[in-house]
T-cell receptor
Framework: EAGVVQSPRYKIIEKKQPVAFWCNPISGHNTLYWYRQNLGQGPELLIRYENEEAVDDSQLPKDRFSAERLKGVDSTLKIQPAELGDSAVYLC?????????????FGPGTRLLVL | EDKVVQSPLSLVVHEGDTVTLNCSYEVTNFRSLLWYKQEKKAPTFLFMLTSSGIEKKSGRLSSILDKKELFSILNITATQTGDSAVYLCAVTLTSNTGNQFYFGTGTSLTVIP
């Protein structure tokens, strides 16, 4: 079974530039999460989707971050414009659904460096 | 404010040693506690604990939850170099939008030959 796929794996950009990350969850998984993980810290939830609906985006900095999950499958997370403090690993995870939300499967992450 | 605290922050042991990692939490509407192992990539799921006093085991790893004292421990016996990783604890709580996840900062374990 294919796992959670993320791309790109690495991204280096200059500040004020836009950047987008893509996530393809495990087939059949209704719940999708985007996390940000800073060095030496645990993952911090940015947004959670149930199918195509964003049900928890309270930690998403909405002035510069946006996300979408069209058709309830793939998802993209965008930052525009990027700031130095956005350098982190962005993790995508999925889980089968409401009864199994604790069982999260993480993708390999996208490591972002903002110069 | 809900929080999850892990200790120690880092640990260096020799192969064959036994280690105990700690996770304490202060959250409302607790649902479950999860342990993950994170090497130089994404976290991988180890255990989910929902009930006090019931030990979960997988090979040399085991974990138990104490809901009264609000903590969990993760034990690794006969450590191997492949156990070197960051071990993350996460707590889920129920909310009106479903489950919320809070991660601790992790314990970095290094096992030296």
């Amino acid at each position: 079974e294919a796992g959670v796929v993320q791309s790109p794996r690495y991204k280096i950009i200059e500040k004020k530039q836009p950047v987008a990350f893509w996530c393809n969850p495990i087939s059949g998984h209704n719940t999708l999460y985007w996390y940000r993980q800073n060095l030496g810290q645990g993952p911090e939830l940015l947004i959670r989707y149930e199918n195509e609906e964003a049900v928890d985006d309270s930690q998403l900095p909405k002035d510069r971050f946006s996300a979408e999950r069209l058709k309830g499958v793939d998802s993209t997370l965008k930052i525009q414009p990027a700031e130095l403090g956005d350098s982190a690993v962005y993790l995508c995870a999925s889980s089968p659904g409401a009864d199994y939300q604790e069982t999260q499967y993480f993708g390999p992450g996208t490591r972002l460096l903002v110069l | 404010e809900d929080k999850v605290v892990q200790s120690p922050l880092s640990l260096v042991v020799h192969e064959g040693d036994t280690v105990t990692l700690n996770c304490s939490y202060e959250v409302t509407n607790f649902r479950s506690l999860l342990w993950y192992k994170q090497e130089k990539k994404a976290p991988t799921f180890l255990f989910m604990l929902t009930s006090s006093g019931i030990e979960k085991k997988s090979g040399r790893l085991s974990s138990i939850l104490d809901k009264k004292e609000l903590f969990s421990i993760l034990n690794i016996t006969a450590t191997q170099t492949g156990d070197s990783a960051v071990y993350l604890c996460a707590v889920t709580l129920t909310s009106n939008t479903g489950n919320q996840f809070y991660f601790g900062t992790g314990t970095s374990l290094t096992v030296i030959p």
